[in-house]
């Protein structure tokens, strides 16, 4: 049997994937080890647009298309101002923390090694983060994720309160 190769299944998408991490469970069995892979996925558009995904296969490039379906299942919109977040913000998703603080035009992003494919996918490119407690790859992504979906113009937070902002 030929193994599968990656291929693009969706036609003109506008969105890029990134593979943040392989993953390979291995079953003891009689005749040896049987392995089992998982891929971790991030998918966005550099324009306001991201999502993370997970998948499963006994292959890895079938891993990996199984974790971009499911990454562009779960896209969500993220608001931005300019290159940056709006404002800071703290979220939490199991024992991961991670604090997002706007930063200065210039300064890029200032992220560790798995939160900056998912706030450069985004759009963002000035920010400063740090992540606090748990430095599983799952748990800082989604995260992370949680603390994008978190973020809020002026505008969006007056049309909420129904107040009128100069």
């Given at each position: 049997m030929?193994?599968?190769?990656?291929q693009?299944?969706?036609?003109e998408?506008?969105?890029?994937?990134?593979?943040?991490?392989?993953?390979?469970?291995?079953?003891?069995?009689?005749?040896?080890?049987r392995?089992r892979f998982?891929?971790?996925?991030i998918?966005g558009?550099?324009?306001?647009?991201v999502g993370?995904?997970?998948?499963k296969?006994?292959q890895?490039?079938a891993?990996v298309?199984?974790?971009i379906?499911?990454?562009?299942k779960n896209?969500?919109?993220?608001s931005?101002?300019g290159?940056?977040i709006?404002?800071?913000?703290?979220?939490?998703?199991?024992?991961?923390?991670v604090?997002?603080?706007?930063?200065?035009?210039?300064?890029?992003?200032?992220?560790?090694?798995h939160?900056?494919?998912?706030?450069?996918l985004?759009?963002?490119r000035d920010?400063?983060t740090?992540?606090?407690?748990?430095s599983?790859p799952?748990?800082l992504l989604?995260?992370g994720?949680r603390?994008?979906m978190?973020?809020?113009?002026?505008e969006q937070?007056?049309?909420?309160?129904?107040?009128?902002?100069?």
């Amino acid at each position: 049997m030929q193994p599968i190769r990656h291929q693009q299944s969706f036609e003109e998408s506008p969105f890029e994937e990134k593979v943040v991490k392989i993953y390979r469970c291995a079953k003891v069995v009689k005749g040896g080890r049987r392995f089992r892979f998982a891929a971790l996925v991030i998918v966005g558009d550099r324009n306001g647009q991201v999502g993370v995904g997970y998948g499963k296969a006994n292959q890895v490039p079938a891993a990996v298309d199984k974790g971009i379906k499911n990454a562009r299942k779960n896209v969500v919109q993220v608001s931005l101002k300019g290159n940056t977040i709006p404002h800071r913000v703290l979220a939490r998703y199991g024992a991961a923390r991670v604090i997002m603080v706007p930063a200065r035009e210039g300064t890029g992003v200032i992220a560790g090694v798995h939160l900056r494919p998912l706030l450069e996918l985004a759009g963002v490119r000035d920010v400063l983060t740090k992540s606090i407690g748990s430095s599983n790859p799952k748990n800082l992504l989604l995260a992370g994720l949680r603390g994008l979906m978190q973020l809020r113009t002026g505008e969006q937070v007056s049309k909420l309160r129904g107040v009128k902002v100069e």
